[in-house]
């Protein structure tokens, strides 16, 4: 069975920065593009950024554009989430999951179950 396990939020300033962390275990992980949601209080989940397979394309919501930067390192079956110049708007639980295609994640259509989350909390 594939598990998630997110990591590496935390609370920080506006204008600061932190980076998560995804680890995913039970599957191929190199076969799949890898996606960052999150969970805001009392909002639903929404999706953030996604990169490919291959890491070669990458795609981000307009609100994170320019602030995020996703990565994958398949080697440690891992993605990542660079966040920089953090707002008080990205508190958050913030989760990863994995889909065919950076399109399909962006659609909301995603194939493993969900972990259990890493907070962030931006205070202004």
């Known amino acids: 069975q594939v598990q998630l396990v997110e990591s590496g939020g935390g609370l920080v300033q506006a204008g600061g920065s932190l980076r998560l962390s995804c680890t995913a275990s039970?599957?191929?992980?190199?076969?799949?593009?890898e996606g960052w949601f999150r969970q805001a209080p009392g909002k639903e989940r929404e999706f953030v950024a996604a990169?490919?397979?291959?890491?070669?394309?990458?795609f981000y919501e307009d609100p994170v554009k320019g602030r995020f930067t996703i990565s994958r390192d398949d080697a440690k079956n891992t993605v990542y989430l660079e966040m920089n110049n953090l707002k008080p708007e990205d508190t958050a639980v913030y989760y990863c999951?994995?889909?065919?295609?950076?399109?399909?994640?962006?659609?909301?259509?995603?194939?493993?179950?969900w972990g259990q989350g890493t907070l962030v909390t931006v205070s202004s």
């Open positions: 990169i490919s397979r291959n890491g070669g394309m990458t």
């Open positions: 039970g599957r191929a992980f190199e076969n799949y593009a």
């Open positions: 999951n994995t889909g065919t295609l950076i399109r399909t994640l962006q659609r909301g259509s995603y194939l493993d179950a």
